[in-house]
């Protein structure tokens, strides 16, 4: 077996753990960021692609604002377009409880600073001409600072900038434990070779919750597909990223309209479209936008996302266990904040702490952190 060291291992190359190895490299820090498959070919270029501030949970909303100022950058700084667009989210409201909700919820992300409006069902309408007239609507909220990029643009150009940086990137090498010893993470095994390192950052997803029990850790996070349906390509006619209770719909440049159906929870990471997402396609978007009855369905892809039980991600080193940080349970709302997550775990892990306070998202918020047993993770 052959034998690297280096101050950093980072597991999992979608947005989380390539950013944080970006950072760190950038800090003159050696980094190996591990894979199972290729750069951001997962969760991050499986997922919607919206770079939203707006209806999260409060804890999560600094971190979004702070991201969308790298965003802005970002096609600049990797040479490459991003499809990286401020057009807007508009979240759409169906009944009395919602606009409560959303009242509370505007006023509160104002009081942060957060550019965001509520909207009467006529402006809802007026900025979103494509909803069907007899559609149920108590009103919207509209924040146009938010917008969407193409993960896939993104995720091509993660690549060259990782390599620009020295950071040394093995994809197609899953990574099968961690060795502890002493009170602290010393290495991760994969079935070519022992990565030996001073700090090692679980950035692996769906997939870390197994990596964690082979410490005997127990990471109380759950997996569900998320499933997306593309169509034919169309001429502009939806404006921005526009989520409602069942599903959300946006366009991307190339006139593809992409329809985001309800997740499912999983037991099994396997990436089959469902049934149950065309049916939910045909059921409720059409209520809305009653065009999408004329419009053909051309493709579809899944991907997972991960969930904490209180909805909210896990950003944490392991408590009694040095050398060890997790960042995962972004509950299918990561891609905005991935940039600013990767920055802050390399602040945290170069400097002691970070610029942006991180205990909302601990590990120990969950009474159980230990597990009875170690075991390795699944591969299915």
């Known amino acids: 077996m052959k034998y690297y060291d280096s101050d950093v291992v ?8 390539a950013f944080t190895a970006l950072r760190l490299a950038q800090r003159k820090r050696t980094v190996f960021l591990l894979d199972k498959g290729d750069i951001g070919r997962e969760s991050t270029g499986r997922c919607g692609g919206g770079v939203r501030q707006q209806y999260r949970d409060p804890a999560e909303l600094p971190l979004a604002m702070k991201a969308i100022d790298i965003w802005a950058g970002l096609a600049e700084e990797f040479g490459e377009p991003l499809e990286y667009r401020r057009h807007g989210s508009l979240k759409l409201l169906h009944n009395d409880a919602e606009l409560e909700e959303a009242q509370a919820r505007v006023a509160r992300e104002r009081e942060s600073a957060l550019d965001v409006d509520l909207l009467t069902p006529a402006e809802v309408v007026d900025f979103a001409p494509a909803i069907g007239s007899d559609t149920d609507l108590t009103g919207g909220t509209l924040c146009m600072t938010d917008g969407t990029a193409n993960p896939l643009l993104l995720a091509r150009a993660l690549g060259p900038a990782l390599d620009r940086t020295g950071v040394h990137v093995n994809t197609h090498e899953p990574v099968r434990r961690f060795i502890e010893a002493d009170g602290r993470v010393v290495s991760a095994i994969t079935d ?7 700090t090692f950052v679980n950035a692996a997803g769906s997939w870390a919750a197994g990596l964690c029990r082979s410490l005997g850790l127990d990471l109380p996070c759950s997996a569900r597909k998320s499933q997306l349906l593309i169509t034919e390509p169309l001429s502009p006619i939806i404006r921005g990223f526009i989520s409602f209770g069942n599903g959300y719909i946006r366009q991307a440049l190339d006139g593809n309209l992409h329809l985001g159906v309800r997740g499912l929870p999983i037991d099994v990471l396997e990436k089959s479209l469902t049934y149950s997402a065309l049916i939910d396609a045909g059921r409720f978007f059409p209520k809305i936008f009653p065009f999408i009855r004329n419009i053909n369905i051309i493709r579809g892809f899944t991907g997972f996302t991960t969930w904490s039980p209180d909805g909210r991600p896990i950003i944490d080193k392991a408590a009694g266990l040095d ?6 349970g972004f509950c299918g709302h990561g891609f905005c904040l991935g940039p600013m997550v990767g920055q802050l775990l390399a602040e945290w892990i170069c400097d002691g702490s970070s610029t942006l306070d ?8 969950f009474n159980q952190i230990k597990s009875n047993a170690k075991s390795q993770p699944r591969e299915d």
């Open 10 to 17: 980072v597991v999992g190359a979608g947005i989380m753990g």
């Open 358 to 365: 991180l205990s909302q998202f601990s590990w120990t918020r």
């Open 323 to 328: 050398g060890f940080y997790l960042a995962t």
């Open 192 to 198: 070519q070779a022992e990565y030996r390192a001073e």
